[in-house]
């Protein structure tokens, strides 16, 4: 699942995931496992990301030929 990091948790184990190889920054994207990204969302330290922002190709404006 592709979440957000809102705020880090303070401890380094969480609902008994070891967080500490994961180094988690705040304002990051990442892909984590199923039930890790749900204990995270749960908790309020991430939030599900439901796709990825992409460039807008928007008409160029000028002259036609």
């Known amino acids: 699942m592709r979440v957000r990091i809102v705020k ?5 184990v969480l609902e008994g995931f070891d967080l500490r190889p994961l180094n988690l920054q705040r304002d990051e ?12 969302v749960e908790w309020g330290y ?20």
């Open 8 to 12: 880090v948790p303070p401890a380094s």
């Open 29 to 40: 994207t990442r892909n984590l496992r199923g039930p890790l990204a749900g204990v995270l």
């Open 46 to 65: 991430a939030r599900r990301v439901l796709r990825i922002a992409r460039p807008i190709k928007r008409p160029r404006l000028g002259r036609s030929k």
